[in-house]
């Protein structure tokens, strides 16, 4: 199913054509029907040949009302742009037109409407003249001109004709199954409850479906379906949709919010957006860094502060890079079209698309590497934008990589292809083939594997130099120092340790070419200590004493090693010491059934000091466990 919307001057007959082509008034409030004037979004819908139901999104000519109107023009596979004959081409007129070009609908019809009213018929073919050339080089360039009138009826079984036609030329809405509304009506009806309306993109939704609210992450499910009073099971994209919505009051949702699947959608309060600033009657100022503006994306409308990447102004006509910081959440993703107009005087500047929904940072002016970033992300081929999103996001699950590069499954799995053919891409865990677009394996970019593993190699080198007699750094203080989340960290060590990059010693980590050294000096003290050691290997020197004997980094440096084992804070055994008595602890147990601190005591001939230090490191390593004053195995 298709929807269009109108555009157009206020009153130049946009509703009146709705309604004659529909049979239905899409004026729905008191206020309008008095007036004779749209003021908020009008709905309908007609039968095209070929085609079946089409939906038609009626939107407010007056400038006063072109909130409004922005809010009804996303989603729409077209629009029927309608110009009155007897007055041609109008100021909205050209801001409309403006603003279809700017978010890129590129298949139209245009209603000369009100030909009744025209002084002849060269009247006519002049004023579809005007509108033929002032639609060249915008998204409507060559659309079909259609004389009508509503009053006589002349001219509406062609310009349905037409409408089809350009319809019949749009390809079938892609099904990304990722469904998302964007709500541009919200309403009560009575038994039912809360409803809300728009156009369905990106997936399917089907009755009993749990759907959440983006922004604000309200979760809900769906009670019911109904496009055009036709109630459905399921509705898939690009689809007029109405949702019934349990469990919701109509004060807990509002246009501008987005229905989507739970999960499958973030809100962000920043963006990076390609922009283009309108010039001529529409626009003589230039837009400036920090400027305050009004930002029209899907149904919402939100304050923005602009950020200006590429030039500190835009001139009238320019096209550059902008950074929005949002005043309030929107749900959008890349390649979404939105609309910029100034709130003071209220006028249409520009618009563009996104192209980065989640940036990591605020960029500076002029920044290059963000510039060919950004450039990257707008324009490359898949496997660049995909590559581009990994290098940003650093280390990450794929499908967070394929959701941030906005790509369809299609194009995803491709690009996965093409990157791993041409080893642009590191998988931290299973295997190639085995990857998906929908794989939570944690992947990264080879550059910045490249970067992170030079870094990290620096830092460990820099370690042993300034500690030669430790075999490793700490885990926690490399992680650290890497910034890096600890799913994403333990995965890069170990893949890392796998392919022989790292020694992976417990709890420190080293580089494999390092060794520990003792020079003959330090290697005389420690003789000394382990004959000591050796002397009596139930009764050991004390940590106090044996860091008096060799000082603290060639303790540590034995501690590191394995060579000594401290089972408490003072009590130290040679590791050999430590395996014999933990095994003798054992047949003692498996003998009698248990063991207390005294029979330890007895057994190794020692002291309750030692007897103790000995039982809590086995209860910590969960070999033991105490049982009152006895010790039992655990298994």
């Known amino acids: ?49 070929g085609l079946g139901e089409v939906g038609i999104v009626d939107v407010p000519g007056h400038r006063n009302f072109i909130g409004n109107m922005l809010a009804g023009v996303g989603g729409v596979a077209a629009a029927m742009l309608v110009v009155a004959a007897d007055e041609g081409i109008m100021p909205q007129t050209e801001e409309h037109i403006a603003i279809l070009d ?87 009806i009575s038994g039912f409850g809360t409803v809300v309306t728009g156009t369905l993109l990106d997936g399917r939704l089907s009755v009993g479906d ?31 949709v109405a949702i019934n919505l349990t469990g919701l009051a109509k004060h807990e949702i509002h246009r501008g919010a987005v229905i989507v699947r739970p999960g499958s959608l973030h809100s962000t309060h920043r963006v990076d957006v390609s922009f283009r600033l309108l010039s001529g009657e529409l626009n003589s100022l230039p837009l400036r860094h920090n400027e305050l503006v009004k930002m029209f994306v899907g149904s919402a409308e939100v304050m923005a502060r602009v950020r200006a990447l590429s030039a500190r102004k835009l001139l009238p006509g320019e096209t550059g890079w902008l950074q929005l910081e949002l005043s309030q959440p929107v749900a959008v993703v890349k390649g979404d079209r939105f609309i910029l107009r100034r709130p003071s005087p209220a006028a249409t500047i520009g618009g563009g698309a996104i192209v980065d929904v989640q940036p990591r940072r605020r960029y500076r002016l002029q920044d290059h590497a963000v510039l060919e970033r950004l450039q990257t992300l707008a324009r490359g081929r898949p496997d660049d934008i995909l590559l581009e999103a990994m290098d940003a996001g650093g280390v990450l699950a794929l499908r967070e990589v394929v959701a941030k590069a906005g790509l369809n499954e299609k194009q995803s799995t491709e690009a996965l292809t093409q990157l791993m053919d041409t080893g642009k891409m590191v998988v931290l865990g299973p295997a190639a083939s085995e990857l998906t677009p929908r794989s939570t394996a944690l992947v990264l970019s080879r550059g910045y594997w490249e970067r992170l593993s030079k870094e990290i190699h620096s830092f460990l ?98 501690l590191d090693r394995g060579t000594l084992l401290a089972v408490s804070a003072d009590v130290l055994f040679l590791d050999e010491t430590y395996a014999a008595m933990e095994v003798q602890v054992r047949e003692q147990i498996c003998a009698a059934g248990s063991v207390t601190v005294a029979g330890v005591r007895d057994l190794f001939g020692t002291s309750r000091k030692y007897a103790l230090a000995l039982l809590e490191h086995m209860d910590q390593k969960k070999i033991t466990v105490r049982k009152g004053n006895e010790r039992v195995l655990r298994y």
């Open 1 to 49: 199913m298709h929807v269009i919307c109108t555009a157009g001057h206020v009153d130049h007959g946009k509703s009146t054509l709705v309604q004659v082509l529909t049979g239905m008034n899409p004026d729905r409030l008191a206020e309008e029907l008095e007036r004779e004037m749209t003021i908020d979004l009008g709905f309908a819908w007609v039968a095209l040949p």
């Open 102 to 188: 700017l978010l890129r609908i590129e298949k139209g019809v245009v209603a000369l409407s009100k030909t009744d009213l025209a002084e002849n018929r060269e009247w006519v073919q002049l004023v579809s003249g005007e509108i033929t050339h002032y639609l060249a080089g915008t998204s409507l360039e060559g659309s079909c001109v259609a004389p009508v009138s509503a009053y006589t009826g002349q001219g509406i079984p062609e310009l349905g004709q037409s409408l089809a036609e350009c319809l019949r030329e749009l390809p079938a809405r892609l099904d990304l199954s990722k469904p998302r509304l964007a709500v541009d009506r919200v309403f009560t």
């Open 210 to 240: 749990e759907v959440e609210i983006i922004p604000g992450r309200r979760r809900t499910r769906i009670r019911g379906l109904q496009t055009h009073r036709v109630v459905l099971e399921e509705a898939g994209p690009g689809n007029r």
């Open 461 to 558: 080198a820099e370690y042993h130099n300034a500690y030669p007699l430790r075999v490793g750094m700490q885990r926690e203080e490399l992680k650290s120092r890497l910034g890096l989340p600890g799913r994403a960290f333990n995965a890069l060590i170990k893949h890392k340790t796998v392919i022989g990059e790292f020694v992976d010693h417990g709890v420190l980590l080293g580089l494999p070419a390092h060794r520990v050294s003792f020079n003959d000096h330090q290697q005389r003290r420690i003789n000394a200590l382990m004959a000591r050691f050796r002397e009596d290997v139930h009764n050991t020197p004390s940590r106090k004493e044996a860091f008096a004997a060799v000082g603290q980094e060639v303790l540590s440096a034995l």
